[in-house]
């Protein structure tokens, strides 16, 4: 292969712009013992990309690779194992924590409405001492009513009393005036 | 999609996913786990797998998934074996007799890549994808690939030449 070409390629090469049938010549020259001088540097290049593709995994090694992984897998799966134990212990007790408060807070409240009751009954709450307070005033007015009825009665006697002196004055006026000795001596008008 | 067709269709990616999750991850033990993490997917996934157009596009975007979950989770680095496991395994590779100098500083060139440079790097340059498929794989716009390609092919001769230069200009 013309040197000159060879020069061609590279400068493509590095430009990325030679094909990969190109780079395939470039390798094959460069694996080669004639390399000029002034291309000596760029050798050792190509011949490590030409060495490195043939570079296969061995059955033996996969072998050594699978039985890694099997080890592996089962530290890993012991791992995972007690992990997310702690992960759900740590998720009840929150829980269970909650549920605590919870059943604390309700008979918290229910002792609460119990003392609440038995205080309404020892010492009568305001309600309380507000509707026996309304029920006297409405059985003291009922009462009064009934004595107002029970002095209208007496209004009518006062009227009569006052009707009897009015005729007494009369009487007593008319015999002063007509037979005033008949007052002084009843016993003489006979 | 039966075990055959997996066996047909799917497992033959082997390779291809190993090699892009082992560029990535830079470490051979977790690529190789990685390969069976994207086939354990793929195989709970099976019932849907024949709506696909390309299984080999799924596939590479279920590697590229998991391994920049996996970058994403080393950044919070936990103290590890895994660190000690790279590193006897970086002199491992250093030290083995087919890995000359200079074709260790490429793939540490690479390995100085972002992490989308790298991909496209490697799906292109060592996998030979077409243009579309990159840009299938890594949702991009083919352009986009392109200069991307382009800007980090550039960035590795920079690395590799400016430092080798120096050699060279010494020799």
Same mark, same amino acid.
């Given at each position: 292969?013309?040197?000159?070409?060879i020069?061609?390629l590279?400068?493509?090469?590095?430009?990325?712009e030679?094909t990969?049938?190109?780079? =395939?010549?470039?390798?094959?020259?460069?694996s *080669?013992?004639?390399? +000029?001088?002034?291309? &000596? +540097?760029?050798? +050792?290049?190509?011949?490590?990309?030409?060495?490195?593709a043939?570079?296969?995994?061995?059955?033996?090694?996969?072998?050594?690779?699978?039985?890694?992984?099997i080890e592996?897998?089962?530290?890993?799966?012991s791992?995972?194992?007690?992990? !997310?134990? =702690?992960?759900?212990?740590?998720?009840?007790? *929150?829980?269970?924590?909650?549920?605590?408060?919870?059943?604390?807070?309700?008979?918290?409240?229910?002792?609460?409405?119990? =003392?609440?009751?038995?205080?309404?009954l020892?010492?009568?709450?305001?309600?309380?001492?507000?509707?026996?307070?309304?029920?006297?005033?409405?059985?003291?007015?009922?009462?009064?009513?009934? *004595?107002?009825?029970?002095a209208?009665?007496? =209004?009518? &006697?006062?009227?009569?009393?006052?009707?009897?002196?009015?005729?007494?004055?009369?009487?007593?006026?008319?015999?002063?005036?007509?037979?005033?000795?008949?007052?002084?001596? !009843?016993?003489?008008?006979? | 999609? $039966?075990?055959?067709? #997996? $066996?047909?269709?799917?497992?033959?990616l082997?390779?291809?996913? #190993?090699?892009?999750?082992?560029?990535?991850l /830079?470490?051979?033990?977790?690529?190789e786990?990685?390969?069976q993490?994207v086939?354990?997917?793929?195989?709970? $996934?099976?019932?849907?797998?024949?709506?696909?157009?390309?299984?080999?596009?799924?596939?590479?975007?279920?590697?590229k998934n998991?391994?920049?979950?996996?970058?994403?989770?080393?950044?919070?680095p936990?103290?590890?074996f895994?660190?000690?496991?790279?590193?006897?395994e970086?002199?491992? /590779?250093?030290?083995?007799?087919?890995?000359?100098?200079?074709?260790l500083?490429?793939?540490?060139a690479?390995?100085?890549?972002? /992490?989308?440079?790298?991909?496209?790097?490697?799906?292109?340059?060592?996998?030979?994808?077409e243009?579309?498929?990159i840009?299938?794989?890594l949702?991009?716009?083919?352009?986009?690939?392109?200069?991307?390609?382009?800007?980090?092919r550039?960035?590795?001769? /920079?690395?590799?030449?400016?430092?080798?230069?120096?050699?060279?200009?010494?020799?």
């Amino acid at each position: 292969m013309n040197i000159k070409e060879i020069e061609g390629l590279l400068k493509r090469y590095y430009e990325g712009e030679t094909t990969l049938a190109e780079e =395939k010549l470039l390798k094959e020259f460069f694996s *080669g013992d004639h390399v +000029p001088e002034h291309l &000596l +540097p760029y050798q +050792p290049m190509f011949r490590f990309f030409t060495h490195e593709a043939t570079l296969t995994l061995t059955e033996e090694n996969q072998e050594k690779s699978l039985n890694r992984r099997i080890e592996q897998y089962r530290e890993e799966t012991s791992i995972v194992r007690t992990h !997310p134990g =702690k992960k759900r212990l740590y998720y009840l007790s *929150g829980i269970a924590a909650g549920l605590l408060i919870l059943i604390s807070l309700v008979f918290v409240i229910r002792n609460e409405a119990g =003392k609440r009751q038995h205080d309404e009954l020892a010492n009568p709450s305001a309600e309380l001492a507000y509707t026996q307070a309304r029920q006297a005033l409405i059985m003291v007015s009922v009462g009064l009513n009934t *004595g107002i009825d029970a002095a209208q009665r007496f =209004k009518t &006697l006062d009227n009569a009393m006052a009707q009897i002196q009015r005729i007494n004055k009369y009487y007593n006026y008319q015999t002063q005036f007509i037979n005033p000795e008949w007052i002084q001596n !009843p016993s003489t008008n006979k | 999609m $039966n075990l055959q067709d #997996f $066996n047909t269709k799917v497992y033959p990616l082997k390779d291809k996913i #190993f090699r892009f999750a082992k560029r990535m991850l /830079e470490q051979t033990e977790e690529a190789e786990d990685l390969v069976q993490e994207v086939f354990i997917r793929m195989w709970k $996934n099976r019932e849907k797998l024949d709506e696909y157009r390309s299984l080999e596009a799924l596939a590479m975007v279920t590697t590229k998934n998991l391994c920049l979950d996996k970058l994403k989770a080393r950044r919070f680095p936990v103290e590890s074996f895994n660190d000690q496991r790279q590193f006897i395994e970086t002199i491992a /590779e250093e030290t083995r007799p087919d890995h000359s100098d200079l074709v260790l500083g490429v793939k540490e060139a690479m390995g100085t890549l972002p /992490e989308h440079s790298r991909m496209i790097v490697h799906l292109r340059d060592i996998e030979g994808c077409e243009f579309d498929e990159i840009a299938e794989v890594l949702g991009m716009q083919e352009n986009a690939v392109r200069v991307a390609l382009s800007r980090a092919r550039k960035r590795i001769r /920079e690395i590799l030449i400016n430092d080798k230069s120096y050699e060279y200009q010494r020799n």
